[in-house]
T-cell receptor
Framework: QKEVEQNSGPLSVPEGAIASLNCTYSDRGSQSFFWYRQYSGKSPELIMFIYSNGDKEDGRFTAQLNKASQYVSLLIRDSQPSDSATYLCAVSLNAGNMLTFGGGTRLMVKP | ETGVTQTPRHLVMGMTNKKSLKCEQHLGHNAMYWYKQSAKKPLELMFVYNFKEQTENNSVPSRFSPECPNSSHLFLHLHTLQPEDSALYLC??????????????FGPGTRLTVL
């Protein structure tokens, strides 16, 4: 059983729409949750982190965490073609902050 | 330079070669990490150093040997690699491994090809 799961996609949305990316994790003790964006051939770039249940907003991005259901999501409002990338969900499964990454969801924003 | 830098950016080596990857962070962090990213696979944590001490070895084969002389520099020494070791090797750093609020920042990576 994978510890952090993401739909590999591709998720295709039109420009200006809301893109919704989801991630589930297996360990109920997980404490920290991160979203990274990775363009093809580049390294992961941190977008957001969230530690508490609920929503956290940063510009066009909103991270949502539901520990009871063991999922974390990322919403991208007003999607732009430049948002086309692979989005990686990472979860800290223990207090040692060793991150476990999901396989990533490829997002395509079409003009 | 700022952030996390890695050299070389690309490396091609034969299975009998010995080479080293270098990572340097300019963020004042105390923890450094090596990750491997293969095609179609999730990022895999290889090693963690916290205040120069290795705190995690994720069952990595001995042909990969890390070295952390200080909190700003991290090396990955490679010898007798296999073609399946071809991947993107990413270095990351963070303020202090072990804290819930700690956040990792990645370098640009070294694209390694083993012939």
């Amino acid at each position: 059983q994978k510890e952090v799961e993401q739909n590999s996609g591709p998720l295709s949305v039109p420009e200006g729409a809301i893109a919704s990316l989801n991630c589930t994790y297996s360990d109920r003790g997980s404490q920290s949750f991160f979203w990274y964006r990775q363009y093809s051939g580049k390294s992961p770039e941190l977008i957001m982190f969230i530690y508490s249940n609920g929503d956290k907003e940063d510009g066009r991005f909103t991270a949502q965490l539901n520990k009871a259901s063991q999922y974390v999501s990322l919403l991208i409002r007003d999607s732009q073609p430049s948002d086309s990338a692979t989005y990686l969900c990472a979860v800290s499964l223990n207090a040692g902050n060793m991150l476990t990454f999901g396989g990533g969801t490829r997002l395509m924003v079409k003009p | 330079e700022t952030g996390v830098t890695q050299t070389p950016r690309h490396l091609v080596m034969g299975m009998t070669n010995k080479k080293s990857l270098k990572c340097e962070q300019h963020l004042g962090h105390n923890a450094m990490y090596w990750y491997k990213q293969s095609a179609k696979k999730p990022l895999e944590l290889m090693f963690v150093y916290n205040f120069k001490e290795q705190t995690e070895n994720n069952s990595v084969p001995s042909r990969f040997s890390p070295e952390c002389p200080n909190s700003s520099h991290l090396f990955l020494h490679l010898h007798t690699l296999q073609p399946e070791d071809s991947a993107l090797y990413l270095c990351a750093s963070s303020r202090r491994a072990g804290e819930v609020t700690d956040t990792q920042y990645f370098g640009p990576g070294t694209r390694l090809t083993v012939l």
